[in-house]
T-cell receptor, first 113, second 116 residues
Framework: AQSVTQLDSHVSVSEGTPVLLRCNYS??????LFWYVQHPNKGLQLLLK??????LVKGINGFEAEFKKSETSFHLTKPSAHMSDAAEYFC???????????FGSGTRLLVRP | DTGVSQDPRHKITKRGQNVTFRCDPI?????LYWYRQTLGQGPEFLTY????????KSRLLSDRFSAERPKGSFSTLEIQRTEQGDSAMYLC??????????????FGEGSWLTVV
C-alpha cells in the first residue's frame, strides 16, 4: 500500500533563506508524486509533479523537488523564501495504475520577515 | 477555462438537516473526484467518477452520503441527516487521463460545512 510521510509538521524560515520540506513515500510500484500548496481558506494548488521522467522536477514559484528512489524521498526546496510562500504544503503519492491521491499530513511553512 | 468551481463555498446547517454541494469541473475533464479535509489534516478520498459512472466509493462515505454526476459534467454531493462529525471542507477535483496534462488533478477551492 502507498503512504506518504511528511517529516515536519511545521517549518519556520526567514525571508530570503532556503526552504526544505521533507517527504518520504512508500509504494510498491512506480509512483507518481506531487506537491500541492494550500493557502488559508483556499483550495489546493499544484506546485509540481513527478511522473518517471526527469528526477529533478521544477515547479511554479521557484520550487523544485528531487525524486530519490534509493531514499524513497521527494523533498521540496526553494532557494529563497518569500513571505507569500507561507502556507500548508502537502506531499502526495499516486500509483500509476490508480486514480486516488494519498496525501501526507501536511507541513505548515512559516516565513519570518 | 475557469478552473474547478464549487458552490456554496460555506454552509452552516443544523444537525439533522440535509445539505447538497455542487461541483463544476474544468471543461472536458471526464474524471471527477470528491475529497474531504478536516482541520489540521490532509484531504481524504471520498469518491471518483469517470464520465457519469461512479467507479469507487471510500468506506468513509457512509450511507448518509450520496454523490451523482448525471450527465457526466457537474456533480453533486448530498449529506443527509448531518452530524457534527461531518463538519469539514469538501473538495472537488477533476482531471483528464491523457495528454500533456494527463492525470494531473486540479482542485476547486472547496465547500466548508459547519454542522451546529
Amino acid at each position: 500500500a502507498q503512504s506518504v510521510t511528511q517529516l515536519d509538521s511545521h517549518v519556520s524560515v526567514s525571508e530570503g533563506t532556503p526552504v526544505l520540506l521533507r517527504c518520504n513515500y512508500s509504494s510498491s510500484y512506480s509512483p507518481s508524486l506531487f506537491w500541492y500548496v494550500q493557502h488559508p481558506n483556499k483550495g489546493l494548488q499544484l506546485l509540481l509533479k513527478y511522473t518517471s521522467a526527469a528526477t529533478l522536477v521544477k515547479g511554479i514559484n521557484g520550487f523544485e523537488a528531487e525524486f530519490k528512489k534509493s531514499e524513497t524521498s521527494f523533498h521540496l526546496t526553494k532557494p529563497s523564501a518569500h513571505m507569500s510562500d507561507a502556507a500548508e504544503y502537502f506531499c502526495v503519492v499516486r500509483m500509476d495504475s490508480s486514480y486516488k491521491l494519498i496525501f501526507g499530513s501536511g507541513t505548515r511553512l512559516l516565513v519570518r520577515p | 477555462d475557469t478552473g474547478v468551481s464549487q458552490d456554496p463555498r460555506h454552509k452552516i446547517t443544523k444537525r439533522g438537516q440535509n445539505v447538497t454541494f455542487r461541483c463544476d469541473p474544468i471543461s472536458e475533464h471526464n474524471r471527477l473526484y470528491w475529497y474531504r479535509q478536516t482541520l489540521g489534516q490532509g484531504p481524504e478520498f471520498l469518491t471518483y467518477f469517470q464520465n457519469e459512472a461512479q467507479l469507487e466509493k471510500s468506506r468513509l462515505l457512509s450511507d448518509r452520503f450520496s454523490a451523482e454526476r448525471p450527465k457526466g459534467s457537474f456533480s453533486t454531493l448530498e449529506i443527509q441527516r448531518t452530524e457534527q462529525g461531518d463538519s469539514a471542507m469538501y473538495l472537488c477535483a477533476s482531471s483528464v487521463p491523457q495528454g500533456v496534462d494527463g492525470n494531473t488533478i486540479y482542485f476547486g477551492e472547496g465547500s466548508w460545512l459547519t454542522v451546529v
